[in-house]
């Protein structure tokens, strides 16, 4: 496998440290607001690079947090506490919030197909290792204690910019007009280990500690929680790009000064989704979330497929039209699908061949493009039905598409429908069931009258709602 690494800014292959087995780590969501689509981008691809991988054969252990804690309204430590401002907008206890936007978060990512990792870890459960590891970084002189804070001293490191990227706009994140520059700080990167005096003195959770009651920064519940988790080395660390500075590049300087030696190999990162107007944001413009695209009628899958499509390290933009159009192709690849008849045996051969290919295609740094085009290529070949099926659904593992429905309301009879048209039967299928479900009776009729006057007839039968042309 191959894998664009933010560090070295190269395709490199993919070695883990340990043999077959790798560590994987992913900057789980601030859970103060539901996650929108553009966050979901970046967890929908992460997912993706971690099922490629175990398609590919390792075996994968893959630790996320949930931050709860620590993380204020600008990256740097200024601003707003995120989750307070949460509790506030909602008349609600900061730990209410974190739990309805934690359960929120990972019921979007089941619509999504988003597998969650094998360790889910909030910020809040690991109080004493970040204290442990702040109390270390004292010790060895990386850290120090200004203005009854804890603060990480940037100017002890060999490399600070390790990603070799930021513009002077980023290097600005804390001292934007806004917010006035912390006078704590001996250098103007260095950042929060521990705070004890912020401007928040009605900061809701806090603890005791070595240098008084106070409660974390935001960026080391990573390098603790990761290293609960996965000890202290990593092959893979992932994010969205804005991730990279100055929350992965703190990240790195507190681990590797913690450890003294080098942490994580591979860094992956997701671009950004943006919508017409620039970046996404949870603040600006219409929320775009899961629950709005469900409630303007799409299949939250449609949206993976719109992700699946285009390359993780390219940004992308949003907007219904491009959506509709997958929204559409979507509907007729599973229609299609769903039509292929059960002809035969099938031939372990041919499927153990197109995932040897799908592996290499999509192994190269992450492809889904191209792993799309394959599953058109499949649909195309000659091989029999139950094969295809077969080859289908061992895509989709990885995919994530449910390609492969197993109580497909299409039959086969239909095999030979436009997919237009199949599409349309589907749609108003889907909808007869919705006003049927409401107890809206004539709606549900006039939607079959309409299916009869284009020579579609449906009926209710104990599997479903079959249907056939007149
Ligand atoms: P947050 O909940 O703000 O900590 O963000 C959760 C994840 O979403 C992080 O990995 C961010 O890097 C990522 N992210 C934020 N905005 C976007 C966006 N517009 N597109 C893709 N990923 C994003
Ligand atoms: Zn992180």
Not at 70 to 89: F, I, N, P, V, W
Not at 305 to 323: C, E, G, I, N, V
Not at 407 to 429: C, G, K, Q, T, W
């Amino acid at each position: 496998m191959k894998i664009y690494n933010s560090l070295t800014k190269r395709v490199e292959d993919f070695k883990p440290n340990d043999g077959n087995k790798v560590s994987m780590y992913t900057c789980g969501p601030t859970v103060y607001h539901f996650a929108h689509i553009g966050n979901l981008r970046s967890y929908l691809m992460e997912d993706v690079l971690e099922k490629l991988l175990r398609y590919s054969g390792y075996d994968v252990k893959r630790v996320m947090n949930i931050t709860d804690v620590g993380h204020l309204s600008s990256d740097a430590d200024t601003g707003e506490d995120k989750m307070l401002k949460g509790a506030k907008r909602e008349h609600k206890t900061v730990m209410e919030i974190a739990k309805f936007y934690t359960d929120a978060f990972f019921a979007d990512c089941a619509k999504l197909n988003i597998k969650t990792p094998d360790v889910v870890e909030p910020a809040t459960n690991c109080i004493d290792e970040f204290i442990n590891m702040i109390k270390v970084l004292l010790e060895k002189g990386y850290a120090y204690v200004s203005g009854e804070n804890v603060y990480f001293d940037t100017s002890k490191l060999d490399t600070y910019y390790v990603f070799g990227n930021q513009n002077e706009d980023e290097l600005m994140v804390g001292v934007r007009d806004d917010v006035s520059e912390d006078t704590n700080k001996r250098n103007r990167n260095d950042f929060v280990l521990w705070f004890t005096k912020s401007k928040f003195e009605d900061q809701a959770l806090k603890w005791d500690s070595p240098w008084g009651v106070g409660y974390p920064g935001w960026h080391i519940e990573c390098s603790c929680i990761s290293m609960k988790h996965l000890g202290e080395y990593m092959d893979i660390h992932c994010g969205g790009v804005d991730n990279m500075f100055p929350h992965h590049t703190n990240e790195i300087a507190q681990s590797e000064s913690f450890t003294g030696h080098k942490w994580c190999n591979y860094w992956f990162h997701v671009h950004h989704l943006n919508d017409e107007t620039g970046k996404m944001s949870k603040s600006k413009g219409e929320f775009l979330t899961v629950s709005l695209l469900e409630s303007k009628g799409y299949d939250p899958l449609a949206y993976r497929l719109f992700a699946l499509q285009s390359h993780y390290r390219k940004p992308l933009t949003f907007s219904y039209d491009a959506l509709d159009q997958v929204a559409s192709a979507y509907k007729k690849l599973k229609n299609k699908i769903n039509n292929i008849p059960d002809d035969g045996s099938v031939d372990e051969n041919v499927v153990k061949e197109w995932h040897d290919k799908f592996a290499e295609t999509v192994g190269n740094d992450v492809n889904t493009a191209m792993g799309i085009t394959l599953l058109y290529d499949v649909l195309k070949d000659g091989m029999n039905g139950s094969t295809k099926k077969a080859v289908i659904k061992d895509f989709d593992y990885v995919l994530g598409l449910n390609l492969i429905d197993e109580n497909a309301e299409a039959s086969n009879e239909n095999a030979d429908v436009d997919p237009e048209l199949a599409a349309f039967v589907e749609d108003m299928i889907a909808k007869r069931k919705e006003a049927k479900k409401a107890k809206d009776f004539a709606l549900a009729d006039s939607i079959r009258d309409e299916l009869l006057s284009k020579g579609v007839v449906i009926e209710d039968t104990r599997e479903g709602v079959k249907w056939h042309l007149a």
